[in-house]
């Protein structure tokens, strides 16, 4: 015989058996309540219940004996009350509670709007779903506030808001992307025009405190219209104390920020995706501080959306750093742009490496695209472009190298000869920021006739503009390489290398490199002034400038900054990379002291 004893104080429910019965292992003998919590009572072997001490109602102290359970010789072949087949038969019916839940849940599906979904199809664009499915690995994203609705009850009825605010028009939630876990968030412009209402400010406000507390990415995509005036349900005058600008501000510099914008993107969607490192944008899109509603408020005249932020004057001017032609390729890019900070990849492809000797011409007067360099120094297929429509006088992309994620940087002779000016600096310091923040090598490529110079020049705030570079090179942790391809002059090359040629891990160049003070030519008008008015004008004061430009291309080589040790090394252009590998192997990144900023701009 087995005595069966209360595992705790409780009051008695509901006898499942009677003295007598026949029960196998598991099956419940009584439930206890306490605490307002039921417990099912089991028995532990097979038997037959004899007395129960205890009848509905009445109270047990822990440890006594509520039923006595006696052996038997074959229960399975005696008439059981089989509780756990009771169970198993409730469990397969639909619960209520489940399905109270997916039927809330069908709201949410794009499938529930089909109206909404097709307009948006019919305008060439995706759904935030959509989108979200696309840029996350398969079955991975895991959504917050998935119920939630507009804060506007007193105004509409439940069922209105259930069927057509989904979500608050704010989709957000955790997803991995290349196998890591990142935070996305997106308005869904069919909701609402993607406006931003108290629930979404919500949403947004614990999706970016998950993300700050746990180092994770952002993607946002973040098309609409700004603030949201019809939620009621909450009483507000101006909703100026927000938490969401400034937590969203706050993860600059500690964790990788991506903005994605399709169609338009006014207000406060806006000054959102102004704060991300990385503007990706389809050639369809506006964006703009404030769209047609708040510039004709403000008396500033009436204007369609597509005259507001238009994509090429936003590319132009330096807000988008990536322009593609639609949602498609825009997810590609985010995908991407995030893998340089997920680690090295394998396998990984070098391109032909003989290529990089016929980059530079022979004629050191004739210019190239240095772009052509980069890609020769990086795995097939790694490059990505930042900023390609402004500052076009220096170039900046992310890529990989022997698998690694680095920052490359090359001056642009195609403009201004490869002089640096205020556009081209504030490009350059900005992205080194950008891979001093989330830990990338650098890898610079210069050649450069120096700092632009002129009174047009100076009218442009040249002097504070290019002075970035030497500040945002003077704060670097991570590890930088530079490669003169060809002109290394004055503080221009100098902001290069990071203030200077032993700023960096490893200065080396190639053998068409040739250094100086300032550009040879103007080097020697001033420095031989006075011999060369002292031969007429002519073809042999012509004579003696080239003899005397001779000789200074002679002592600028490249062979000669390396034997007088000003540079690290001359090298053949096709064993660049091996010189890099070992660079970014030696090379280590200094930990950060807490956020390392990086400019909006």
């Avoid at 259930?162 to 979500?167: E, K, L, V």
Wanted: glycine share 10%; charged share 20%; proline share 5%.
């Amino acid at each position: 015989m087995q005595n069966i004893q209360s595992p705790l104080q409780a009051q008695v429910v509901q006898w499942l058996v009677a003295p007598g019965a026949n029960v196998r292992p598991d099956d419940v003998l009584v439930i206890l309540e306490a605490m307002k919590m039921e417990h099912e009572i089991r028995a532990s072997q097979a038997g037959c219940v004899g007395e129960q001490y205890y009848q509905v109602g009445e109270t047990v102290a822990e440890g006594e004996v509520l039923c006595a359970l006696m052996p038997v010789a074959d229960v399975a072949s005696q008439p059981v009350l089989d509780a756990a087949s009771v169970r198993a038969s409730a469990q397969s019916e639909d619960r209520a509670d489940l399905q109270k839940l997916q039927e809330r849940l069908a709201f949410t599906h794009d499938a529930a709007r089909p109206e909404a979904v097709a307009k948006r199809h019919a305008q060439g664009m995706r759904t935030a779903r959509e989108n979200i499915a696309d840029l996350c690995d398969e079955g991975s994203f895991v959504e917050y506030g998935t119920l939630a609705v507009a804060a506007q009850s007193r105004r509409r009825s439940a069922d209105d808001l259930m069927r057509n605010t989904p979500a608050d028009g704010m989709v957000t939630g955790i997803g991995c992307v290349n196998g890591q876990r990142v935070v996305v968030m997106s308005y869904d412009f069919t909701v609402l025009a993607g406006t931003q209402g108290m629930r979404n400010h919500q949403k947004t406000d614990r999706m970016l405190g998950v993300a700050l507390q746990n180092n994770l990415p952002v993607v946002l995509f973040a098309e609409g219209g700004g603030g949201r005036p019809g939620d009621v349900d909450v009483a507000i005058v101006a909703g100026l104390n927000l938490a969401t600008f400034a937590s969203f501000a706050r993860l600059n510099g500690r964790v990788p920020v991506v903005g994605v914008v399709a169609g338009r993107c006014f207000a406060g969607n806006a000054a959102l995706l102004g704060c991300a490192d990385v503007i990706i944008a389809t050639r369809g899109s506006n964006i703009g501080m404030g769209g047609p509603a708040m510039v004709e408020g403000g008396g500033l005249g009436v204007f369609k959306p597509e005259q507001i932020g238009p994509s090429e004057v936003q590319h132009g001017n330096g807000v988008i750093d990536v322009l593609v032609d639609d949602e498609a390729q825009a997810v590609a890019a985010a995908r991407q742009y995030l893998s340089f900070f997920q680690g090295a990849v394998t396998p990984w492809q070098a391109p032909p490496a003989e290529a990089l000797r016929h980059v530079v011409p022979e004629n050191r007067l004739r210019v190239y695209d240095t772009r052509a360099a980069m890609q020769g120094m990086a795995d097939a297929g790694s490059l990505l472009h930042l900023r390609t429509g402004f500052g076009v006088g220096i170039h900046t992309a992310l890529a990989r190298i022997a698998g690694r994620p680095v920052g490359l940087m090359a001056n642009n002779p195609l403009h201004l000869g490869g002089a640096i000016d205020a556009d081209a600096a504030d490009k350059a310091a900005r992205f080194m920021q950008l891979c001093n923040a989330h830990a990338l090598p650098i890898v610079s490529l210069v050649d450069t006739p120096g700092f632009m110079v002129g009174p047009d020049t100076e009218a442009t705030a040249q002097v504070r503009h290019v002075s970035r570079l030497f500040v945002a090179a003077a704060h670097l942790r991570v590890p930088l390489l530079s490669v003169v391809l060809r002109k290394g002059y004055g503080l221009g090359a100098m902001a290069m290398t990071g203030g200077g040629f032993h700023e960096t891990l490893a200065t080396v160049a190639w053998p068409t490199g040739e250094f100086g003070g300032m550009g040879l030519e103007g080097a020697v008008r001033l420095g031989y002034r006075k011999e060369l008015e002292a031969v007429p004008e002519g073809p042999e004061r012509e004579a003696l400038f080239e003899q005397l430009l001779a000789q200074q291309y002679d002592n600028g080589s490249a062979i000669n900054m390396a034997a007088t040790l000003e540079i690290d090394a001359v090298i053949d252009p096709a064993d660049t990379r091996d010189w890099l590998v070992a660079g970014l192997e030696a090379g280590r990144v200094r930990p950060a002291d807490g956020a390392l900023p990086v400019d909006t701009w």
